[in-house]
């Protein structure tokens, strides 16, 4: 990042660090042209950073509005996959919404999952109530696709409760 070849240039004029590279070769930071240079470097390859990263996040939302998983940690209720439902792990969501609606809470729902050992899809770890409340709000559960909090599509997968329910 040029934020970053300032900082170098700096260090190179207190201390005289020397710069040498694996791949763009070496900058002499002791010249004005070898310093226009390492700045020159250091804007184009942030330049293609931020290609980089609009190509993916573009990517990531044409997968998002076709519905496909983003891939990650396993979602409590599914495979690793992301799109198969562990069905014991989906029954215990049913019965957590259905603890919700008839007015329970999610210290209620988090006692009954960690009770019966259904641990976090992600860490393995038991439930938090932030954690029961993360899933119980995600819109994947109703078969919902969702891109940076907004639904954008109907998930590849199918729901494990109605959007109702949901």
């Known amino acids: 990042r040029p934020r ?3 900082d170098l240039i700096e260090l190179h004029e207190r201390y005289g660090v020397r710069l040498h590279t694996v791949v763009s070769g ?3 930071l002791s010249t004005a042209d070898g310093r226009m240079i390492a700045r020159i470097k250091g804007n184009v390859d942030a330049a293609e950073a931020e290609r980089t990263a609009e190509r993916v996040s573009r990517a990531a939302l044409q997968a998002a509005q076709a519905g ?11 495979e690793s996959d992301g799109v198969t439902i ?5 029954v215990a969501i049913r019965e957590g919404y259905g603890l919700i609606v008839a007015g329970g ?15 976090t899809g992600r860490t393995g770890r038991p439930w938090t109530l932030a ?3 993360e899933v119980l ?7 919902k696709r969702a ?17 109702v329910t949901w």
């Open 105 to 119: 809470s999610l210290g209620t729902v988090m006692r009954l999952w960690n009770g019966r050992g259904l641990y």
């Open 86 to 90: 562990r069905e014991v792990e989906a």
């Open 137 to 143: 709000a995600s819109p994947r559960y109703a078969g």
């Open 147 to 163: 891109y940076r909090g907004e639904i954008v599509a109907d998930a590849e997968w199918d729901p494990i409760v109605d959007e």
């Open 4 to 6: 970053e070849v300032e």
């Open 68 to 78: 496909k998983w983003h891939g990650g940690p396993r979602p409590f209720g599914f």
């Open 26 to 28: 070496d900058d002499d």
């Open 131 to 133: 954690g029961v409340r």
